[in-house]
């Protein structure tokens, strides 16, 4: 059974910067996809970013291109996501996920199998 461990979440001021990480076990890393999603109180989880651990392609959400980055560690089995320019409206909880193969769509919560606790980020104004 897969686990997701996610860690690197916190308080901080708007326009700072924070990065993420999640080392997946129990998976081969390469054959899997890789997403952050992120989630407020009454709203439904979003797709933020997603990597493909083989060919490393890289998906963004429209409200975090040019600020988020997605990344990948192979011998480590760990993929980052880097935020840098933080707002207000990007406090959520951030989970990390992974999926079996490629998709047609990478931000999409369903497609994904595999699910970390959470890691609680918050942009203070």
């Known amino acids: 059974q897969a686990q997701l461990a996610e860690s690197g979440g916190g308080l901080v001021e708007a326009g700072g910067s924070l990065t993420l990480s999640c080392s997946p076990s129990g998976l081969i890393f390469a054959d899997y996809a890789m997403g952050w999603f992120r989630q407020v109180p009454g709203k439904e989880r979003e797709g933020v970013a997603a990597?493909?651990?083989?060919?490393?392609?890289?998906y963004y959400a429209d409200s975090v291109k040019g600020r988020f980055t997605i990344s990948q560690d192979n011998a480590k089995s760990t993929v980052y996501l880097q935020m840098v320019s933080l707002k207000p409206e990007d406090t959520a909880m951030y989970y990390c996920a992974a999926r079996y193969g490629a998709t047609s769509y990478p931000l999409a919560t369903s497609n994904y199998n595999y699910w970390g606790q959470g890691t609680q980020v918050t942009v203070s104004s």
């Open positions: 990597i493909y651990s083989s060919g490393g392609g890289t």
